[in-house]
C-alpha cells in the first residue's frame, strides 16, 4: 500500500518565480478563487493601491491608448505620403514641357508652394550671388536641411524664409561627377527642414531635377 506523504509548508519556499511559473500554469486560479480579484491590492505609483482587476483594465486601456495613437501616426504617414507622391508626380509632367531654367524654377516653385505648402523654390548656378554659400553649406554632401544665416535666406529667397533644404544637381561624365546647380526648398516653419530628418526623399528629387535642368544649362 503507498503512503501518502504529506508536505511539510514550512520547509517550502516560496518565490516570486515560482508563484509566476504556478499561475502560468493553472490559468483557472483566478476562476476558482474569483474573491481573490478584488481582495488583491496592487501597489500604484500614481493611485496607491488598486484591486488585480482595475489594474488589469488599466494596462487594457492603456495598450488600447497606445495602438490608436500608432495607428493614426500611421494614418497620418500615409496621407503625408500620397500628398507628396501626387506633388512629385504633377512636377515631373510639369518638367516634361519646360524649355528654360526660367520656367522649370517657376514649374517646381508653383508645385511646392500650392501643394507642399512651402515659400519658394530657386535653382541656384555657379554664377548666382549666393552659390559659393549654400556649396560651402553642404560641405561635401548631396543634400542639407535646417537653417541658414538670416543674411543668404534674403539673398536666395523672396519671401520670408525659415528653414531650408539643399540638394545638388549633377551629372557624370564617366566615372566623374560634375556638379552643375543647387536646388533650394524654402518653408516659413523654423521647424520643417531640420538635420535629423531623413534626405532620402530630397535626394531623390535632386535626381530628377538634375535629369531635366541638366539639358538646359550644360
Same mark, same amino acid.
Given at each position: 500500500?503507498?503512503?501518502?506523504?504529506? @508536505? %511539510? +509548508?514550512?520547509?517550502?519556499?516560496?518565490?516570486?518565480?515560482?508563484? #509566476?511559473?504556478?499561475?502560468?500554469?493553472? @490559468?483557472?486560479?483566478?476562476?476558482?478563487?474569483?474573491?481573490?480579484?478584488?481582495?488583491?491590492?496592487? @501597489? /500604484?505609483?500614481?493611485? *496607491?493601491?488598486?484591486?488585480?482587476?482595475?489594474?488589469?483594465?488599466?494596462?487594457? !486601456?492603456? #495598450?488600447?491608448?497606445?495602438?490608436?495613437?500608432?495607428?493614426?501616426?500611421?494614418?497620418? %504617414?500615409? !496621407?503625408? %505620403?500620397?500628398?507628396? +507622391? !501626387?506633388? $512629385?508626380?504633377?512636377?515631373?509632367?510639369?518638367?516634361? *514641357?519646360?524649355?528654360?531654367?526660367?520656367?522649370?524654377?517657376?514649374? $517646381?516653385?508653383? $508645385?511646392? #508652394?500650392?501643394?507642399? =505648402?512651402?515659400?519658394? =523654390?530657386?535653382?541656384?548656378?555657379?554664377?548666382?550671388?549666393?552659390?559659393?554659400?549654400?556649396?560651402?553649406?553642404?560641405? *561635401?554632401?548631396?543634400?542639407?536641411?535646417?537653417?541658414?544665416? @538670416?543674411?543668404?535666406?534674403?539673398?536666395?529667397?523672396? *519671401? +520670408?524664409?525659415?528653414?531650408?533644404?539643399? $540638394?545638388?544637381? %549633377?551629372?557624370?561624365?564617366?566615372?566623374?561627377?560634375?556638379?552643375?546647380?543647387?536646388?533650394? =526648398?524654402?518653408?516659413?516653419?523654423? /521647424?520643417? =527642414?531640420?538635420? !535629423?530628418?531623413?534626405?532620402? +526623399?530630397?535626394?531623390?528629387?535632386?535626381?530628377?531635377?538634375? #535629369?531635366?535642368?541638366?539639358?538646359?544649362?550644360?
Amino acid at each position: 500500500m503507498t503512503k501518502l506523504v504529506t @508536505p %511539510n +509548508f514550512e520547509d517550502l519556499e516560496l518565490d516570486a518565480e515560482l508563484v #509566476k511559473d504556478y499561475l502560468e500554469q493553472t @490559468p483557472s486560479f483566478f476562476t476558482d478563487y474569483p474573491e481573490l480579484v478584488t481582495q488583491l491590492r496592487i @501597489p /500604484h505609483a500614481i493611485h *496607491g493601491t488598486t484591486s488585480l482587476l482595475e489594474r488589469r483594465q488599466e494596462i487594457q !486601456r492603456s #495598450k488600447i491608448l497606445q495602438m490608436e495613437e500608432e495607428l493614426n501616426t500611421l494614418m497620418v %504617414n500615409a !496621407r503625408q %505620403n500620397e500628398v507628396i +507622391f !501626387r506633388a $512629385v508626380s504633377d512636377m515631373y509632367l510639369g518638367l516634361v *514641357g519646360c524649355d528654360s531654367v526660367a520656367k522649370l524654377e517657376e514649374t $517646381v516653385s508653383d $508645385v511646392c #508652394k500650392e501643394q507642399l =505648402f512651402l515659400a519658394q =523654390f530657386r535653382l541656384l548656378q555657379p554664377e548666382d550671388e549666393a552659390y559659393i554659400h549654400l556649396q560651402a553649406k553642404l560641405d *561635401g554632401n548631396p543634400s542639407y536641411l535646417g537653417r541658414l544665416y @538670416p543674411e543668404i535666406m534674403e539673398t536666395v529667397f523672396d *519671401g +520670408f524664409a525659415q528653414s531650408v533644404a539643399l $540638394v545638388e544637381l %549633377n551629372y557624370m561624365v564617366g566615372e566623374e561627377e560634375i556638379i552643375f546647380g543647387i536646388a533650394a =526648398f524654402a518653408s516659413s516653419s523654423i /521647424h520643417h =527642414f531640420h538635420p !535629423r530628418m531623413d534626405t532620402l +526623399f530630397i535626394d531623390q528629387l535632386g535626381q530628377l531635377l538634375s #535629369k531635366h535642368v541638366v539639358h538646359l544649362t550644360c
